[in-house]
């Protein structure tokens, strides 16, 4: 299960692991309520992620993530960390060698 398999990887502090969970959360299941923020809600667990760095979420230099377990307790709410855009590119990251000038 995602959720189980994201808790060991923030658990064991494996980063390359939780930045493959994340990606491979598909494309339309990302919404953007905001301009620094883009929110998920998969396999019964949600994820949100914050630009900590650089213009939007289209092009931070850094994002920070925050999960919502599926088991809803509070102390099971958790942040995930801040990821650099070359270890966590979100479905709508824009590289900063592809903006018009």
């Keep these: 299960m995602f959720a189980d398999d ?4 923030h ?3 494996n980063r390359p692991e939780m930045c ?3 990606k491979s959360i598909p494309a339309g299941r990302w919404t953007y309520p905001a301009t620094h923020a883009a929110m998920t809600f998969y396999e019964g667990m949600g994820i949100a992620a914050f630009s ?3 213009s939007n979420i289209n092009t931070y ?3 920070s993530i925050a999960v ?6 509070p102390e099971r709410q958790g942040y995930l960390g801040r990821f650099s855009k070359d270890e966590l ?3 709508n ?3 900063p060698e592809t903006w018009s000038v």
Excluded: E, K, M, Q
């Design 6 to 9: 994201l808790r060991t990887a």
């Design 11 to 13: 658990t064991s502090n």
């Design 20 to 22: 493959r969970l994340i």
């Design 52 to 54: 900590a760095g650089g």
């Design 61 to 63: 230099d850094d994002v």
């Design 68 to 73: 919502f377990w599926p088991d809803g307790t």
């Design 89 to 91: 590119r979100l479905p």
């Design 93 to 95: 990251y824009v590289p």
